[in-house]
């Protein structure tokens, strides 16, 4: 029996996980996510993003190299889960959806040459009289496919199609507090795992060594509670590589002097907190201590105008007036909107730290201000995930803030 009330509540169909939030919250969402319909002429809402689905209805499976979606319709008060036949299940498991709103396609829709699961929507769609009505897509969502599109337009000719990219990360951007307490847990994971970094990385020590431990710290948690796995893998440039701030592990080895960019996230039920740090095993260059400073200066100044009422772009400009007393440019922005999310990424698609972004912080937003310097042969990494409070921030993990000089320990 489902209970609805504010807290937290514990569904269960017969052996069905934990749903992470209460109806009520679900519910909630999926009010903000039809006024926004409504105010832009929407009918129909087809969500992709695993991440948007997951917000709707709960829905959390390993699924999305498959096509599926939510349908939102503006006048039903839930919407469609569709997928394949065999993770049906996990959608029962996971979501506050009742059975006659989980709506699976047979497996020959999989990987067809013949027919494709958009094909399936589009029956759902007409079956239901929506077949010439205005229907909103994810256009810009990583898993929604050229094919996806060309199947719906085809598929329903009389339809109208409207770009709906991002309007329900738009929502998302003011977490409630249920998703700041996850987000905070996630934090808790980070930093363990950047200690594990931290405490590995040697002279000598292969690089896929480290990222290993960081990805078993991320998944194990800490002993209140577990993690899940990130939407990214550990990032571990080094050497002149830290100038390419995105590149994985190799198994090569460290050396002596070289730094070290260690970028991951800690994860909890979905929700990120990343979190960047620079090391150097051994003895650093005057250069990287200095860029330390810089970049510790800049970040620091950042955060100090953090508050409600403050634009994302007056965020960058205390950055870039801190690094450009000591002639530095940097172009690129400064951190982005985070939370929930799936691979291939973090950030939520909404607000960027940068020039020109003028959208206005409020309460319960969360951040990753991850201010990197590249200088060609050389980058530095130095960042912090942060809570918008009633009055300023709160940095989410609790670690130095500071290039990291760990004493040489060559390996025998």
Not at 1 to 10: A, G, N, P
Not at 32 to 46: F, N, P, S, Y
Not at 48 to 66: E, K, R
Not at 284 to 303: D, Q, S
Request: net charge negative.
């Amino acid at each position: 029996m489902k209970i609805l009330d504010e807290c937290i509540i514990y569904v269960r169909r017969e052996g069905m996980d934990v749903i992470a939030f209460s109806i009520v919250e679900f519910e909630q969402r999926l009010s903000k996510t039809r006024e926004r319909m409504a105010d832009a002429g929407i009918d129909v809402l087809l969500v992709t993003d695993p991440a948007n689905m997951n917000y709707l209805s709960g829905y959390n499976a390993w699924s999305f190299y498959v096509h599926q979606a939510l349908v939102v319709f503006l006048d039903e008060d839930q919407p469609y889960w569709i997928g394949r036949s065999m993770d049906a299940s996990a959608a029962r498991h996971t979501t506050w959806l009742d059975e006659a709103h989980i709506y699976p396609y047979a497996d020959h829709y999989v990987q067809s040459s013949i027919r494709h699961p958009m094909d399936f929507i589009c029956d759902l769609l007409r079956n239901k009289n929506r077949d010439k009505h205005v229907i909103a897509l994810e256009m810009d969502a990583y898993y929604f496919t050229a094919k996806n599109y060309l199947q719906l337009t085809q598929g329903l000719p009389n339809a109208t199609f409207i770009d709906g990219t991002n309007l329900i990360n738009w929502i998302r951007i003011v977490k409630s507090d249920q998703e700041i307490e996850y987000i905070k847990k996630a934090a808790k994971i980070s930093e363990k795992a950047m200690q594990v970094a931290f405490d590995m990385i040697n002279e000598g020590v292969r690089e896929c060594d480290v990222a290993a431990a960081i990805s078993q710290a991320q998944i194990s948690g800490t002993e209140e509670f577990g993690g899940d796995y990130p939407s990214i893998v550990p990032l571990l440039p080094t050497g002149e590589k830290t100038s390419a701030c995105h590149l994985t592990w190799t198994e090569e080895t460290f050396k002596h002097g070289e730094p070290v960019i260690i970028e991951l996230a800690g994860c909890y039920r979905r929700y990120h907190s990343p979190l960047a740090r620079t090391v150097v095993p051994g003895v650093p260059t005057e250069e990287m201590k200095k860029l330390g400073e810089v970049v510790v200066e800049g970040l620091n100044a950042a955060l100090d105008v953090v508050k409600p009422g403050v634009t994302a772009t007056e965020v960058e400009t205390a950055w870039r007036q801190s690094i450009e007393k000591n002639g530095i440019k940097k172009e690129s922005r400064i951190g982005y909107a985070m939370g929930l999310n799936y691979p291939p990424d973090w950030g939520e698609h909404t607000v960027s730290l940068r020039q020109g972004d003028h959208t206005v912080l409020e309460p319960n937003m969360t951040f990753h201000m991850i201010p990197t310097i590249e200088l060609g042969h050389a980058g530095m990494e130095i960042s912090e995930s942060f809570r918008v409070t009633e009055t300023g921030c709160e940095v989410l993990a609790d670690f130095p803030r500071e290039l990291y000089v760990k004493p040489n320990i060559r390996l025998a």
